[in-house]
């Protein structure tokens, strides 16, 4: 995997020239490997495990289509996300509906044997009158559950065990003749450590005996929330340590294996972690280019064509690889700031390069809530081409138009 400073120059003038700057570029082969990584050393402890990506980390077409083609499963939260599954050729039953706001395609994709977790008391009922609606065909459901996990927060999501939300919905499931549960889902932001994740696979499956007596769940979702591969200049700033996908492997993929060891392959339930982050993030780079150089009363402030909108939610905490490739060594330190009126719209502190005006500088690991975090603030949004694993370019996402944006508005 190649870290932001080792880019080939040749490679950044060809995406510069090409499609100008600043614009995003998708390292096609390094996802795949990464994807297949993951994949593999989690179905090494268990077979039945699947990936279902997580759309609203970067729900590019173009890399859904290839999660599609890895065998993926799609995690939508939004029926413009389940939009974008149905577009790129995605069948109902390879996506995953979670979220608090689920509008009308649910009923497409529970008709059609979809995965649908329920998050609220709300859209139960909701879901309930549709099923009796309905009383020919039999339909399953999942649930949301949420469990503590020593998150040290209390989820706003999913439905807490056996709680009376949670008591009326089994209730119903379990006297709605054409309803059954289908399986349990979690998950959990800003837990990426492995006794997190130790807690929340005991937490689950001791709550899946407890739910399915008889037979096992037919899935087990894990939510995500995983550290994925990254460079080791950013890798150096989790001081809690970054955890391999052998060890995540190791507490949840090998405990589901032993928790259902006497089960025949067929009764084994699935199981799902829903990586966005962790499947995106290192692979997608932002090129830019120096516009500016200024010294107020000391400090060195160098201007990017780009802003922290393209950079994604990560540069406010954490330094994200950063490079800038100087020809001509004039400038020395700065901080880089983007093209907004936003004081906080640093890209960097304290770089400790050289750069010139007119450079390329290179911003690593920009993949996850990125784009699609950025407003149409100041500027439109900036193209994406992907580095195909022939080493050719192919664009595939056209930078947003001023006519585009306005298009929206009646003048
Ligand atoms: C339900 C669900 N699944 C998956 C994800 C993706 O998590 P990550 O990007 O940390 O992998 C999120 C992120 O918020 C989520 O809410």
Not at 8 to 36: C, M, Q, T, W
Not at 180 to 208: D, F, N, P
Not at 210 to 234: H, K, N, Q, R, T
Not at 288 to 295: A, P
């Amino acid at each position: 995997m190649i870290n932001t400073s080792d880019l080939s120059v040749k490679l950044i003038e060809e995406v510069r020239e090409e499609y100008g700057s600043p614009v995003y570029v998708f390292d096609e082969g390094a996802f795949k490997e990464n994807y297949h990584n993951l994949q593999e050393t989690f179905q090494s402890y268990y077979p039945k495990y699947r990936i279902a990506y997580s759309y609203k980390t970067n729900y590019t077409p173009y890399i859904c289509k290839k999660v599609l083609e890895y065998g993926g499963l799609a995690e939508v939260v939004s029926d413009f996300e389940y939009y974008v599954a149905k577009t790129v050729g995605y069948k109902d039953r390879d996506i995953v509906y979670n979220g608090p706001y689920k509008q009308e395609s649910w009923k497409e994709l529970i008709e059609n044997d979809g995965i649908l977790n329920v998050d609220n008391i709300q859209e139960a009922k909701r879901l309930f009158e549709y099923i009796k609606s309905n009383p020919d065909k039999e339909f399953g459901v999942g649930i949301r559950i949420n469990i503590d996990a020593g998150q040290g927060y209390i989820s706003r999501f999913g439905i807490e065990p056996y709680s009376e939300d949670f008591k009326y919905i089994i209730k119903e499931i379990q006297e709605t003749g054409n309803l059954y549960l289908k399986g349990i889902h979690c998950h959990i932001g800003q837990s990426r450590g492995i006794e997190r994740w130790q807690a929340r696979v005991t937490e689950m499956l001791t709550l899946a005996d407890a739910l399915f007596m008889d037979d096992p769940p037919e899935y087990i979702d894990l939510g995500s929330g995983m550290f994925g591969d990254m460079e080791p200049v950013f890798r150096a700033q989790f001081n809690g340590g970054v955890p391999s996908y052998e060890e995540y492997a190791r507490v949840v993929a090998k405990e589901v294996a032993d928790h259902y060891k006497d089960e025949t392959d067929d009764k084994k339930p699935w199981l799902y972690t829903e990586p966005g982050a962790t499947l995106i993030s290192r692979y997608i780079w932002l090129i830019s280019t120096v516009i500016s150089y200024k010294e107020v009363r000391g400090r060195k402030i160098a201007g990017l064509d780009c802003s922290f909108f393209n950079a994604g939610e990560t540069v406010r905490y954490k330094r994200l690889p950063f490079h800038a490739f100087n020809q001509s060594q004039k400038y020395k330190e700065a901080d880089f700031a983007g093209y907004t009126c936003l004081e906080d719209d640093i890209l960097t502190t304290d770089y400790e390069g050289f750069f010139d005006i007119g450079d390329p500088v290179v911003i690593g690991n920009t993949g996850g809530y990125s784009l699609v975090f950025k407003p149409p603030f100041i500027q439109p949004d900036i193209p994406m081409v992907a580095l195909r694993e022939d080493d050719t370019l192919h664009l595939i996402k056209k930078g947003q138009t001023f006519q585009g944006i306005l298009s929206d508005y009646y003048i």
